[in-house]
């Protein structure tokens, strides 16, 4: 049974680095066609895919905001992690980890982030 768990903190000040990790279990992400991906959904909004880092370690973004994201990877513990800096309170969302493989995508719950001095 693949599980996946975010974790960082729920507040961060504008213009501070927001730092997420996503802790999966029951699936590896070094897994041949894999992709471990981000996805936000701010207030009132859909959902925003951020980026993707794929089984090879590859890593693409989301053209609006790959200036200020980075994503990697911890394959000793099974975790990759979602850097964004220079954050605004239009960056406050739920943060979702999601994981794909060919025959399933499996997500997290989802952590709220809010974005205040």
């Known amino acids: 049974q693949v599980q996946l768990q975010e974790s960082g903190p729920g507040l961060v000040k504008p213009s501070q680095t927001l730092s997420l990790t996503c802790t999966v279990s029951?699936?590896?992400?070094?897994?041949?066609?894999?992709?471990c991906s981000w996805v936000r959904q701010p207030p009132g909004k859909g959902l925003e895919w951020m980026g993707v880092?794929?089984?090879?370690?590859?890593?693409y973004y989301s053209p609006s905001l790959k200036s200020r994201t980075s994503i990697s990877r911890d394959t000793s513990k099974n975790q990759f992690s979602l850097l964004l800096t220079s954050v605004t309170p239009e960056d406050t969302a739920v943060y979702y980890c999601?994981?794909?493989?060919?025959?399933?995508?499996?997500w997290g719950q989802g952590t709220q982030v809010t974005v205040s001095s």
């Open positions: 029951g699936g590896s992400i070094t897994a041949s066609y894999s992709a």
């Open positions: 880092i794929a089984s090879d370690g590859s890593t």
């Open positions: 999601a994981y794909g493989l060919p025959e399933n995508d499996y």
